[in-house]
């Protein structure tokens, strides 16, 4: 039998991050992973999806070029080459994982693990020990029990990332992050999109205003949103041109109404796997919502059993997971190190962007914090201005009544890339004074940061 100081089960951000830093730390380690590297965000998720958004994008500034004085002459794309491409950058990239953990001397193990106890993972025909285990099994799409999901065709997001063909229509249930993203992707290849949410507003988690404003921008270009809409049912129905479409039943405050389309993309959510690799036997202790408790050390209730990631149930992202996976190795290897929640960014690569940190209005006002509102359009910045003609984007703060920096939140390219600086700022515990004596680089986008404060 094999012994490790540390086996990982689950080699998506958190598990290959936990494997890296403990190989870098000499540490022995075995990684199982049961299909490919990368988990969810690599193979099927954060990656392919990005790729796919760029060269939608690239099309979109292409047709709108004439905007920036330049002329193109007759604008295409070709799906089925964009598809191959995202395929390219993501075996790229999970090469490029494989090749860091073998450098760091990581076993790895491909195959589906079981936990024997808490020392002791199958896989296959061998069993493997272990002084500590790491569990990042990540989360799977949940498809709801609506009536007649067992008998219409629908995509997961998976399906949507190889469509080699474009339907003329798409509805897309959830209006939530790969939702929108999904909507911005293929009406901006020219299909018909319906999304149906089930809330008062898109993108659930992020600031609701802005979430508004996003959303008024597709709707302009087309995108037809169903909002407080329940679905109550799924039939497949036959087209005008004999083939099978979808037709989506739904509840909302006028009543009910139907839509239909020559695709259905579900994407209500995901949850984290819980079932079927032995947990259950390790007797850990669940909050009430069935997630894993952990401390801020990443440990759970049973002695040198960690958890990261998905499993956790805070925020099924994977930056958070890459960062949970770091403290859970420190504290393995006795180094003093704390999890915290406050400024984890949440970004939508839609185009426009939009990003946010730390709270947003709504969750201030469900803490019954006391902050105000500075907000400005992002034509404050000049290079923004440069960038963007004719596009208008916002830019808000939420600050205490001390001046520190409680929330940031911006509509506008390149959203993704400057909220960092705002996470730097909230995480530190930054008053506004102190934040304002940073110097930004001139021209950038990042300055709307200086000119709010």
């Not at 509840?251 to 020559?262: F, K, L, Q, R, T």
């Not at 680089?441 to 709307?448: A, D, K, L, R």
């Amino acid at each position: 039998m094999e012994k490790y100081q540390i086996a990982i089960i689950g080699g998506g951000p958190a598990g290959y991050t936990a494997a890296e830093a403990a190989g870098r730390a000499g540490l022995s380690v075995v990684l199982f992973e049961k299909n490919s590297l990368g988990g969810v965000c690599l193979n099927e998720g954060c990656i392919p999806t990005k790729t796919l958004l760029y060269s939608a994008k690239t099309y979109d500034n292409a047709r709108h070029a004439a905007k920036y004085a330049v002329s193109v002459g007759e604008v295409g794309f070709d799906l089925p080459k964009i598809v191959a491409r995202k395929q390219k950058v993501v075996r790229k990239l999970v090469l490029g994982i494989k090749a860091k953990l073998t450098g760091h001397g990581v076993k790895l193990v491909s195959g589906e693990a079981t936990v024997v106890d808490k020392n002791h993972v199958q896989c296959g025909e061998e069993t493997y020990e272990c002084d500590n285990l790491l569990l990042c099994t990540g989360s799977e799409t949940f498809v709801p029990p609506i009536p007649g999901v067992d008998v219409v065709p629908y995509w997961t997001h998976r399906d949507a990332l190889d469509c080699k063909e474009l339907p003329q229509s798409l509805a897309i249930i959830g209006g939530g992050v790969i939702g929108m993203e999904f909507a911005s992707f293929f009406s901006s290849l020219g299909v018909k999109v319906t999304v149906v949410e089930m809330m008062d507003e898109v993108l659930g988690g992020m600031d609701k205003e802005l979430s508004g404003l996003l959303r008024a921008e597709y709707a302009k270009r087309g995108v037809k949103f169903l909002l407080g809409a329940k679905v109550v049912s799924l039939v497949k129905v036959s087209g005008d041109e004999g083939g099978e479409q979808v037709q989506v039943n739904y509840e909302d405050a006028a009543g009910a109404g139907s839509v239909v389309a020559d695709k259905l993309l579900m994407s209500v959510g995901r949850r984290p796997v819980l079932k079927g690799f032995g947990l259950e036997g390790l007797g850990l202790e669940r909050t009430e919502r069935g997630s894993i408790v952990v401390d801020k050390q990443m440990r759970t209730s049973v002695p040198g059993v960690y958890v990261c990631g998905d499993l956790t149930g805070f925020s099924l992202l994977a930056h958070t997971a890459v960062r949970e996976a770091e403290v859970a190795v420190h504290a393995i290897c006795g180094v003093q190190d704390e999890m915290s929640y406050r400024a984890i960014p949440g970004v939508v690569y839609t185009n426009p962007e939009i990003a946010g940190v730390g709270e947003t209005e709504e969750s201030a006002q469900k803490k019954s914090l006391s902050y105000r509102v500075v907000k400005l359009p992002m034509a404050y910045s000049g290079r923004f201005v440069a960038e963007n003609e004719g596009v208008n984007g916002v830019c808000k703060l939420l600050l205490a009544e001390d001046g520190t920096v409680l929330g940031a939140h911006v509509l506008g390219n390149p959203a993704s890339e400057i909220i960092t600086l705002a996470g730097m700022a909230i995480e530190l515990g930054l008053k506004a004074e102190e934040w304002k004596k940073m110097v930004f680089p001139h021209p950038t986008v990042g300055e709307i940061f200086k000119e709010a404060l």
